[in-house]
């Protein structure tokens, strides 16, 4: 992985916050970033970075936590499905998907305890959850735009994953 800037500051004229970018092309140098994976293009503010440090300084992963913003296709709560790119998929979670399989999930939001949802590898060689992933939506209250980070983790043989919505 290429190192890059630790950060590229987006605020225009009108706000004095700074703003962190990282992505699938756009590497950072910072400490947490050797234990992340970034799905797609992520703007963190401030209160995303303190977030996000401050849970991989408490937690450095097995597997690399899965950071990304969150869109209106993973929020149908009637088709949504969350969708973790090929590159992460191969690289992390392949050897858990030989079958389509069930695992548990919990947030750390009050409201919702946990469920257990079908992950699968697709043709396309993405790992796709389906069965059960409005129930994460709505228990974690997850909104487009929202920038979510997955920690993948092997519980006795058995994937699990533990979903974190980070502070805006």
């Known amino acids: 992985m290429a190192a890059g800037p630790s950060y590229i500051n ?9 703003t962190w970018l990282r992505g ?12 992340c994976h970034f799905g ?5 503010t401030k209160a995303n970075l303190d977030h996000l440090k401050s849970q991989v300084n408490d937690y450095k992963p097995q597997i690399p936590y899965y950071v990304c913003k969150m869109g209106k ?19 992390h979670l ?16 009050n409201a919702w305890v946990g469920t257990r949802l079908r992950i699968n590898k697709v043709a396309t060689g993405h790992a796709v959850i389906t069965t059960n992933w409005p ?12 920038i979510c980070m997955f920690c993948f983790y092997d519980g006795t043989r058995e994937l699990r994953c533990f979903v974190t919505r980070l502070s805006n």
């Open 94 to 109: 392949k050897n858990y998907l030989t079958v389509p399989t069930t695992i548990p999930i919990t947030s750390n939001t």
């Open 73 to 91: 296709t993973t929020n149908n709560l009637t088709r949504g499905k969350m969708t973790f790119n090929k590159e992460y998929t191969e690289e």
């Open 10 to 18: 987006l605020s225009d004229s009108k706000s004095d916050e700074e």
């Open 24 to 35: 699938p092309t756009i590497y950072g140098m910072e400490f947490f970033d050797k234990h």
């Open 40 to 44: 797609n293009e992520v703007e963190l």
């Open 135 to 146: 129930d994460v939506v709505m228990g974690a209250e997850i909104k487009d735009g929202d």
